[in-house]
């Protein structure tokens, strides 16, 4: 999983046709995702809530820099293998932090993906480049999609009732920290809560039977997202119908994840199966995922969106249903998708999608004695 000269030299040139479209001398990248990015792979936060990091990049056409307080340098350059990798260290004492990065930007016409100065924000165009995966990305994806999946089934099978969504929390963060994954996203919802909130933080409720656990992991800076469901006895039939419902929308949505398809075509797809099985309006009050690499969500699959689905990039779609949630994380190949979070021995419902002449494997809920 270690990048290669090639990589860094890949990210480079798409840096540097950046800075000719855009007729630029610089691009500033101060978030974490894009440090992660350019880097391939590396970690510039200490406050993992936070989206700008300690460290940041500045590519010109003629060098590549790395300006951080004299906290943060050290890790960098010796641990992450940055200097090693090409940049050239800047480095401040931590009580002016950003007095280097001033003297690097000074008098250049930047580009940048936060607000810094009279530099132009390009962070959208940016949010694409992100998700356009290289190849050696795209095989760190796979293995993060397996321990994703391996996160989640060690978590769930540890559900008990009588636990408090906090203690169901602590399951999954502290399985996907044990691989080396930080949980960024970590929700909880039992029983009523499922039904109530799409954003169900934990609290201190306690489980009687049924679960829905969230998860996105950060790891090489990559994220994936991966949700599932666990019922304590045999499931009702109006969640069973909610369940197999939305599975109807999930296989639509992944189904239709093609090569040149837009996303606004892609929803509409979605939309079309709420309707179809009874729930016409449950879209308006989620969204429905989109295209994922270093955020949660680069950008959504939202209704009119021209972006095109493109070979090598991942989507995480999220469909909802009060009271059922399906989410996996994909791959998109030149003659098929590739799921990345399937579970081995969950059970699924196989869901074929005529226009596609595909069939979709979908999660059901994991019901336990």
Request: aromatic share 8%; net charge neutral; proline share 5%.
């Amino acid at each position: 999983m270690q990048p290669t000269h090639e990589e860094f030299q890949t990210k480079l040139s798409i840096i540097r046709t950046l800075l000719d479209k855009h007729n630029a001398e610089g691009l500033l990248l101060r978030r974490v995702s894009s440090f992660a990015w350019a880097t391939c792979g590396a970690a510039s936060y200490v406050n993992t809530a936070t989206t700008e990091g300690a460290a940041s990049l500045l590519v010109t056409r003629e060098g590549c820099y790395l300006a951080a307080n004299n906290i943060e340098a050290p890790r960098l350059e010796q641990e992450a293998g940055l200097a090693g990798q090409g940049w050239e260290f800047r480095v401040s004492h931590w009580t002016s932090p950003l007095v280097e990065l001033n003297k690097l930007t000074a008098g250049l016409n930047l580009i940048a993906d936060v607000p810094f100065g009279g530099a132009r924000d390009v962070s959208a165009e940016l949010s694409r480049l992100r998700a356009s995966l290289t190849l050696a990305e795209g095989q760190r994806f796979r293995l993060l999609g397996q321990l994703s999946a391996q996160v989640m089934d060690s978590a769930a099978r540890s559900v008990r009732p009588g636990l408090t969504e906090y203690q169901l929390a602590a399951l999954l963060g502290g399985e996907a920290q044990k691989c080396g994954l930080q949980p960024i996203v970590n929700l909880v919802a039992t029983d009523e809560r499922i039904y109530q909130y799409r954003h169900p933080l934990p609290t201190e409720k306690k489980l009687e039977k049924y679960a829905l656990l969230v998860l996105s992991g950060r790891k090489w800076g990559l994220v994936c997202s991966i949700s599932r469901l666990v019922h304590f006895g045999p499931l009702p039939a109006d969640v069973r119908n909610r369940i197999l419902s939305t599975a109807r929308v999930n296989a639509a949505l992944v189904a239709h994840t093609r090569p040149g398809r837009s996303l606004d075509e892609v929803f509409q797809h979605g939309q079309r199966e709420y309707a179809a099985t009874g729930f016409p309006d449950e879209w308006r009050f989620h969204h429905q995922g989109g295209a994922v690499g270093y955020e949660p969500r680069e950008f959504l699959g939202l209704p009119g969106s021209a972006d095109l689905v493109q070979v090598g990039q991942a989507y995480a779609w999220n469909p909802t249903i009060a009271g059922a949630k399906m989410e996996d994380t994909l791959l998109v190949g030149e003659k098929s998708n590739e799921i990345l979070t399937t579970i081995p021995n969950w059970p699924v419902i196989s869901v074929k999608i005529e226009s596609q002449n595909v069939e979709i494997q979908c999660p059901l809920a994991l019901e336990m004695d």
